[in-house]
């Protein structure tokens, strides 16, 4: 399995003979997509013009209800805790929303049903994208996961700090900070390694991880 982050919160994974793409926005997109993941309507995680770029006629797109139609149909929707099987791969959304970062008193920039994040089940293994979220409760549910790709730029998401707890919490195999704005990944990385034995792995955009 091949994890190539493409920048900010888009990837590009190839897992069980299929090309899955992860929130369309940065990077190169020099493959038609099997599978398009989005997470939630931002522009710069559902770009439709990257997404009319890879997708083909069979292609799978997996989206919020409110990305629909600024996609254009068809686009399948799962709600948290619901999955849907692509020949050898199964895709699981889960909860992602904010609770303590707010565009106004009491309006988050991520509210809780807005968007979701994603779990994607292929070779035996379990890639967690969370999404634009807070380390929110529900992280702590999650098990099994070899890799979580967190966000750790904070202002819309976590920062290191509560991405780092994230990640205790989740006690994935490898963690991967993303959405990282100009903060600094190795602040993640050392409050991870110096309580634990997950191996952070701090990508650029356009390098890849093989797991």
């Given at each position: 399995?091949?994890?190539?982050w493409?920048g900010?919160?888009?990837?590009?994974?190839?897992?069980a003979?299929?090309?899955?793409?992860?929130?369309?926005?940065?990077?190169?997109?020099?493959e038609?997509?099997?599978?398009?993941?989005?997470?939630?309507?931002?522009f710069?995680h559902?770009d439709?013009?990257k997404?009319?770029?890879?997708?083909?006629?069979?292609?799978?797109?997996i989206?919020?209800?409110?990305?629909?139609?600024?996609?254009?149909?068809?686009?399948?929707?799962?709600?948290?805790?619901?999955?849907k099987?692509?020949?050898?791969?199964?895709?699981?959304?889960?909860?992602?929303?904010?609770?303590?970062?707010?565009?106004?008193?009491?309006?988050?920039?991520?509210?809780?049903?807005?968007?979701?994040?994603?779990?994607?089940?292929?070779?035996?293994?379990?890639?967690?994208h969370?999404g634009?979220?807070?380390?929110?409760?529900?992280?702590?549910?999650?098990?099994?996961?070899?890799?979580?790709?967190?966000?750790?730029?904070?202002?819309?998401?976590?920062?290191?700090?509560?991405a780092?707890?994230?990640?205790?919490?989740?006690?994935?195999?490898?963690?991967?900070?993303?959405?990282?704005?100009?903060?600094?990944?190795?602040?993640?990385?050392?409050?991870?390694?110096?309580?634990s034995?997950?191996?952070?792995?701090?990508?650029?955009?356009?390098?890849?991880?093989?797991?």
């Amino acid at each position: 399995m091949k994890l190539k982050w493409l920048g900010h919160a888009s990837w590009k994974i190839k897992a069980a003979g299929k090309t899955i793409y992860i929130d369309p926005y940065q990077g190169d997109y020099d493959e038609k997509a099997d599978i398009i993941l989005v997470t939630h309507s931002h522009f710069d995680h559902c770009d439709v013009n990257k997404i009319k770029m890879i997708r083909r006629d069979d292609t799978i797109i997996i989206a919020p209800e409110d990305c629909v139609q600024k996609i254009g149909p068809p686009v399948e929707t799962l709600k948290p805790g619901e999955k849907k099987t692509i020949d050898d791969i199964v895709v699981e959304a889960v909860e992602a929303y904010n609770y303590k970062r707010f565009r106004s008193p009491g309006n988050p920039y991520h509210p809780k049903g807005f968007g979701v994040g994603y779990l994607i089940h292929a070779e035996g293994k379990t890639i967690y994208h969370a999404g634009d979220t807070d380390f929110i409760p529900e992280m702590k549910q999650l098990k099994g996961i070899d890799v979580a790709l967190l966000p750790s730029g904070g202002t819309y998401t976590m920062d290191n700090e509560e991405a780092a707890e994230a990640a205790l919490a989740i006690e994935p195999k490898i963690a991967v900070p993303m959405h990282i704005w100009d903060t600094d990944p190795r602040e993640f990385r050392r409050r991870i390694e110096s309580v634990s034995d997950i191996r952070v792995v701090i990508l650029r955009p356009g390098e890849t991880l093989d797991v």
